[in-house]
């Protein structure tokens, strides 16, 4: 960035710059107009180096392209923007390349009003210039993204042809493409942003600096508080950032409440309203320790005394007796390592060069690595030393400080494929400990930062570290040091560096020792014993064999062309340990839960944080007529996680503190919470109705801290019908017999196999869907067929039409199975519409149903239903779990099984179920609700089946099957915006819905940008739109179509959607005079249509919102609320929403998605522009 004629000229470089620290930019300009001094930041040797081997890694790509294209490759000369000449003379030799036929070009310069930049390649396809930046990272990063965008944007206005992807060439060798599509509305925001930025600071020398909290205008400058701009800022204001641990959302209820310093922190005795009380009181005392300890707070221009004695106090002692009894075997682990090291093609980076530790006695054991292949003879060396210790002493514990050294090994360990089972023994033995999250539940010390070298002065006294190598930074520029003495013939020099830095790392490890023996001082102050060895708390997963076998034949499958088969193989060797995997999961999150305090995992999705001051006993102790157990009813109130899948029916667990008001089945002595299962039997806007049971006989008058999610269900017959499955794989794959199956089919990705024709869905708009769909399942032969049905496109009438026809002139077999009982009721009751006997269809339900339309069969004569109707044709209906038990329903005895949302039926469950029948239908729509998991999977067997098929991509490929391309439901201008969204403009409205109107409203979306600040879950400025819109709205004729005649709108035909359980409570108290309004978050709305959906997305910012972008504007979420509307949806959101740069390439592709929906209701405006004149604001932080 420079100024240039009374300009801020801006690259794309400041794109990076701006998104990282808005602040720290503005203050940059004002430092080059002389308005301030400017700040430096401090020397980063890792960052120069960093950008050396960038330097490298883009002029080995070059050299690659000359090999490659020769004369073809175009270089430019390389020129300073401070040159004007020269800049012009880059320019017109830029635009005379871009018009010749060469294939390469290489700095390509750029310069369009005040936006200067130099692209590193661009490479010529079929249908453009394809965009392309070489970064050493090994992932896309988003600053990447948008200098890739800002150079498409500049090729757009020189009407320049242009691919419709952009690719990063990373430092590991893989290529990362992304769509042009996904990426250019969110630079327009960023580009917008800058100018706006710059227009603030109108360049004139005589405006005064931008200041630190700065109010004067409505830009929200973004802060990011941990820069050198802005840590001086916070030292010199003493701002409340100093206070170890304060997040962004805590600062701002703390200064909105006048407590803008430390010190007014420390002298505060209330807690701001909507802050946790215990937040607050756990900040106040942080901020009061560190104004106690000489250390705790800097000054300007002064240097912190490292070795003075931070204040502390113990605030927990139970979390200390989750530190086991010393053993004598026990060691003090840690690592050097150097992220940046490389060899050989550069596809692998980063090595841990040193592992050291010392023993009981501080004898100290050092193991180097200086290659790669050192590295893994280093990780095979620890793991045997390890074993031998633990054979000499089986309770010898391993301990470290922060997850680095666990979380390398693991890494390495897969990396490498050795030593992975030794590593995960450890793990789920508890032989690593890990001081770190100990010291933060149990201890407040009045230091900025609980890093081990802050804490170092309570307990290494005059052994305080005084050497060169101070910190990591240091060691990794020792180390380099050392490699390029040694490499240039210096092995004296380069030796004598490394023996200081294995004395570094011995510091380390005597550290970590006395730390965890000042620990146990504190402990037996407090009275708390450590805890003695126990059992692992959960069940170890080890890889089944069948899975071992179906890996190792992936493994023989090497060639390219065999790449997709060997992929498939995977897949299903993670499908056979798909249910442990899950059960690990949540099992170990479940433990780890009971051992950390609520604030560690409060907000977290599925827990709620109950507000012990507001829930209420609705019915106290007692025994309900015919039951035999005491039981009460307890209105638990508090905030639910956005996803939180916690709902009636469920047996969420309740966590209590210890002392536990009742004595658990099982208690460890590392627990500092306990936790029993009870029922949901009601949600309310503020929590729920749950009925708890005695436990054991034991009934207690305290009220749990919080609920977290229930236990996952047991594979059962699931379990084994997926070995059977795999068995089979394996042997056709032994014999080299093609395994023909369907399930087999969708995992290869494979066009169905038909007796006749190759399916071909664009054929479907020509014919009757029902009669295609009829006819191509007909047609296979022990394979499947898709169908992906957007929202109003008939998806369950067509499949109920299907099914009756397939039954009626094919006497088929067919069984219906879903994630719920209540999908699959829906399916059942509309085949029985459609015309088939009530008799021919049947179902198992959890419940008695008098009321059924089907006809209810008993789980365990499910076989007879089928057995004795077998001849006629039927349908049969039920869970994953009845079609995989061969009790229920014997192997291969259906014709047909359809899956219902097959877009949220996981692979894993898919093969289980698979086997009841030789043909699959899946019908459902992954663009709508998203498949959940709770596991980590080595390969994506917990995506959805049609997910998995579809790959990523928004429409089903015609090979594959069938998409409904029409809806029913939506008017064509509200079909427009969601086929944009969601449908690659695939998706129409059917003629009739055209009909569709309300008096003086114009169909569509309705974008409506609502300014507030401060908002994260709920917001009562949205809350007071959405009653403006319905009072507007209400009483309007409603023109409902289909021959149906008009009428004034009512309440019942509105809806309204939100990401957030606490906006639906505070839309719901507007609306309390229209009850009638439909108030729910979008899972509830799945299926559910109205004349005008309303959605309030509540969140002021990205930072504010909960789980932030990625969940708030899930292009699946913001599908299924917009696409409820037959004729009008608004959608009422905050317009600093689309300030904010997303973290993720998946973020900025749902922002991107969500700028182009505004757009499509307000012609080619983007609907962020600010309406009216929003509050002034300060400057805010990023979290």
């Known amino acids: 960035m420079r100024i240039s004629d009374g300009r801020v000229i801006w690259s794309a470089t400041d794109l990076k710059k701006a998104a990282e620290c808005e602040f720290a930019w503005v203050r940059s300009i004002d430092a080059k107009l002389g308005r301030i001094a400017g700040v430096d930041e401090p020397e980063d040797e890792m960052m120069q180096r960093a950008i050396a081997l960038g330097l490298s890694h883009e002029h080995a790509v070059l050299e690659r392209y000359r090999a490659q294209y020769g004369n073809d490759v175009v270089e430019l000369a390389t020129v300073g923007p401070t040159d004007p000449e020269a800049l012009t003379r880059a320019l017109e030799q830029t635009v005379a390349a871009l018009h010749s036929p060469a294939r390469v070009l290489y700095q390509a310069a750029f310069a369009h009003d005040d936006f200067i930049g130099f692209a590193d390649f661009m490479v010529r396809t079929d249908v453009g210039w394809l965009v392309q930046d070489t970064k050493l990272a090994r992932t896309a ?71 630190w909290n700065d109010e004067r205008g409505d830009l929200g400058v973004i802060a990011c508080g941990r820069c050198a701009t802005c840590e001086s800022e916070v030292i010199a204001h003493r701002d409340l950032l100093l206070v170890a641990g304060m997040r962004p959302v805590h600062r701002r209820l703390l200064r909105g409440a006048g407590m803008e310093s430390i010190d007014a922190l420390a002298a505060a005795t209330t807690a701001p309203e909507g802050m946790n009380p215990d937040v607050f009181a756990s900040l106040r005392l942080q901020a009061q320790l560190q104004l106690q300890s000489p250390a705790g707070v ?204 294995a004395a570094y790392n011995k510091y380390d490890c005597v550290s970590t020792r006395r730390l965890r023996d000042w620990l146990i001082d504190r402990a037996i102050e407090a009275g708390r014993a450590p805890a003695p060895e126990e059992e692992p708390e959960e069940r170890p997963y080890e890889a089944s064999p069948l899975a071992i076998a179906l890996q190792a034949i992936a493994s023989d499958y090497v060639e390219p062309e065999q790449a997709g088969r060997a992929q498939s193989l995977r897949l299903a060797a993670a ?160 014999t080299a017999v093609e395994f023909r199956n369907p399930a087999w089919d969708l995992l290869m990705r494979r066009e169905p196999r038909t007796v006749g024709g190759a399916v071909d869905g664009r054929t479907l708009h020509t014919l009757d869907k029902v009669d295609a769909i009829v006819s191509a399942v007909a047609a296979l032969d022990h394979s499947y067929l898709a169908v992906q049905g957007p929202p109003g496109t008939g998806k369950t009438y067509v499949a109920s039409r299907v099914i009756e026809k397939l039954v009626r002139e094919k006497n088929y077999r067919i069984g219906v199975v879903a994630q719920s009982h209540a999908v699959v009721d829906n399916v059942l009751d509309r085949v029985i519409e459609a015309g088939v006997p009530k008799e021919l269809v049947g179902k198992s339900s959890p419940t008695a149903v008098d009321d059924a339309a089907f006809t209810r069969v008993v789980k365990r004569k499910m076989g007879d239903f089928v057995e004795k109707n077998s001849a006629r044709g039927f349908v049969v209906g039920g869970t994953a779990w009845d079609f995989a038990n061969a009790g229920r329903l014997a192997r291969g005895s259906l014709d047909l099984l359809v899956i219902d949302e097959a877009g949220q039926f996981s692979l894993a469950s898919t093969i289980a179920c698979s086997v009841v029948a030789n043909r699959l239908l899946l019908l459902g729509d992954p663009q709508q609700l998203p498949q959940v998991s709770q596991g980590t999977h080595p390969e994506p067997v917990d995506t959805s089946a049609l997910g998995w098929l579809m790959d990523d991509t928004d429409v089903l490929a015609p090979e594959f099957g069938f998409f409904l391309e029409r809806s029913w439901r939506m008017h064509p201008a509200v079909a427009a915006a969601v086929s944009r969204l969601s449908y690659d403009g695939k998706l129409q409205a059917h003629e009739s819905a055209a009909a569709r109107s309300i008096e003086g409203v114009e169909a569509g979306v309705h974008p409506v940008p609502v300014p507030h600040r401060g908002n994260t879950s709920h917001s009562a400025q949205e809350a007071a739109e959405v009653l403006r819109i319905v009072e507007n709205l209400l009483g309007r004729q409603w023109h409902p179509g289909e021959g149906l005649p008009p009428r004034p709108l009512t309440p019942a035909d509105i809806i309204v959607v939100t990401p957030y359980n606490a906006q639906q409570q505070t839309v719901s108290e507007a609306l309390a005079a229209y009850p009638e309004v439909r108030v729910g978050t979008v899972d509830k709305f799945q299926g559910q ?34 696409s409820r509307a037959q004729c009008a949806a608004y959608v009422i959101y905050s317009p600093w929403l689309l300030d904010d740069l997303p973290y993720t390439p998946a973020g900025v592709r749902r922002l991107s998605a969500f700028a182009r929906l505004m757009r499509v209701g307000e012609g080619e405006a983007l609907a962020g522009s600010r309406r009216g004149n929003p509050p002034a604001t300060e400057t805010t932080l990023v979290d």
């Open 1089 to 1122: 249509e109205a004349a005008v959906s309303i959605t309030s997305l509540a969140a002021s910012t990205a930072r504010d919102a909960p789980r932030g972008l990625e969940f708030l504007l899930l292009e699946n979420r913001i599908n299924v609320a917009v």
């Open 141 to 211: 990063r988003v600053t990447a993204l948008m200098q890739l965008a800002a150079y498409v944007d500049q090729l757009h206005r020189l009407g320049v042809p242009t691919d419709p992807t952009v690719e990063l060439i990373l430092g590991d060798g893989e290529t990362s493409s992304h769509r042009v599509d996904d990426l250019l509305p969110v630079f327009e925001l960023r580009r917008e942003r800058i100018r706006q930025l710059i227009a603030d600071r109108a360049v004139t020398e005589t405006q005064a600096p931008i200041a």
């Open 298 to 501: 800097p000054s300007p221009g002064a240097d912190a005394d490292s070795h003075a004695v931070p204040q502390y106090e113990v605030v927990m002692a139970p979390a200390l007796s989750s530190l086991p009894r010393p053993n004598p075997g026990d060691i003090f682990f840690d690592f050097e390592g150097d992220p940046l090291y490389t060899e050989g093609d550069g596809t692998m980076w980063g090595i841990d060069y040193l592992f050291g530790w010392v023993d009981t006695s501080e004898t100290y054991t050092a193991l180097w690595a200086h290659s790669f292949a050192d590295e893994k003879r280093a990780l095979l060396t620890f793991l045997d030393a390890v074993a031998a210790m633990r054979s000499a002493n089986p309770g010898m514990h391993i301990y470290h400080y922060a997850p680095y050294e666990t979380s390398h090994l693991t890494a390495m360990a897969a990396r490498y494929g050795v030593g992975e089972a030794a590593v995960d023994t450890l793990l789920r033995d508890g032989v690593f400990v890990d001081l770190y999250p100990i010291v933060k539940r149990a201890v407040r010390v009045g230091s900025r930062s609980y890093s081990i070298k802050k804490l170092e002065p309570l307990y290494m006294a005059e052994q305080v570290r005084t050497e060169d190598v101070q910190n990591g930074g240091d060691s990794i520029g020792r180390y380099v040091e050392a490699r390029a003495l040694a490499a240039d013939g210096h092995a004296t020099a380069a030796d004598e560096i490394l023996q200081d830095l």
């Open 575 to 734: 499908a056979i340990d798909y249910y442990p995997r899950e059960s690990k999961t949540f099992w170990a999150e479940h433990f780890l839960r009971l051992r950390e305090v609520l604030s560690v995992w409060e907000g977290q999705r599925n827990v709620v944080a109950v507000d012990a001051h507001s829930s209420v006993v609705l019915e106290d102790w007692s025994i309900p007529d015919g039951a035999y157990a005491m039981r009460r009813i307890v209105h638990v109130r508090g905030a639910v996680a956005p996803g939180s899948t916690i709902k009636v029916g469920s047996t969420p667990y309740l966590i209590y503190e210890r002392p536990s008001p009742f004595t658990p089945r099982r208690l460890s002595h590392r627990w500092l919470n306990v936790a029993h299962s009870a029922t949901v039997i009601d949600e309310v806007t503020d929590g729920f109705i749950i009925e708890e049971r005695a436990l054991d006989g034991q009934t207690w008058d305290a009220l749990p801290i919080a609920l977290t999610e229930q236990a996952p269900p047991s594979a059962g017959a699931q379990q084994g019908a997926i070995d059977e499955w795999a068995q089979k794989l394996i042997s056709h794959e032994a």
